[in-house]
T-cell receptor, first 111, second 116 residues
């Protein structure tokens, strides 16, 4: 059983659309990360959340600890947002780096 | 903006050979990590390193793997005798130290290792 589940696996959107990517997890966590993986493979950290909501530009991340669920929203999507978006959680205990990763959501935004 | 760098970007090696993957973390960061991603699969944690020692390692990080901070800037991952299944993208990451809480991680661009 995967401890971190993302949906959808693949998402195609038209430029300008509002996008939501979901992440559900089954373990208790101290933090949740949203990461962006570019087509070339590089990974960029977008958000780290332990509660509530964070916003950066057109990106919004929310987390509901009780429901073990987080969402990543992209407003006014653009072709340059095309990437794989990865949810990763940090469980209780252990080192900071021991993250459990989801399989990712591949987003393609068409012009 | 400071960034994590990794060299080489692509390494091709023969099975049984030793490889060393290099990383330069962000200069004021104290926690360092290695992850790997086999093609088409999810990213997996390998090892955390702090204060010149391993703070945690995964089941993947067996005796064939080692990490080292040979000087004040580099952080290396060595695979002693590579196997075909070691072919993957290897990511280095670093984070700063804080008194409490969880730390944002900064990832390098990755080294693609191909074992033939």
């Amino acid at each position: 059983k995967n401890e971190v589940e993302q949906s959808p696996q693949n998402l195609t959107a038209q430029e300008g659309e509002f996008i939501t990517i979901n992440c559900s997890y089954s373990v208790g966590i101290s933090a949740l990360h949203w990461l962006q993986q570019h087509p070339g493979g590089g990974i960029v950290s977008l958000f780290m959340l332990s509660s509530g909501k964070k916003k950066h530009g057109r990106l919004i991340a929310t987390i509901n600890i009780q429901e073990k669920h987080s969402s990543l929203h992209i407003t006014a999507s653009h072709p340059r947002d095309s990437a794989v978006y990865i949810c990763a959680v940090k469980g209780y205990g252990g080192s900071q780096g021991n993250l459990i990763f989801g399989k990712g959501t591949k987003l393609s935004v068409k012009p | 903006e400071p960034e994590v760098t990794q060299t080489p970007s692509h390494q091709v090696t023969q099975m049984g050979q030793e490889v060393i993957l290099r990383c330069v973390p962000i200069s004021n960061h104290l926690y360092f990590y290695w992850y790997r991603q086999i093609l088409g699969q999810k990213v997996e944690f390998l090892v955390s390193f702090y204060n010149n020692e391993i703070s945690e390692k995964s089941e993947i990080f067996d005796d064939q793997f080692s990490v080292e901070r040979p000087d004040g800037s580099n952080f290396t991952l060595k695979i002693r005798s590579t196997k075909l299944e070691d072919s993957a993208m290897y990511f280095c990451a670093s984070s700063e130290w804080r008194l409490a809480g969880t730390y944002e991680q900064y990832f390098g661009p990755g080294t693609r290792l191909t074992v033939t």
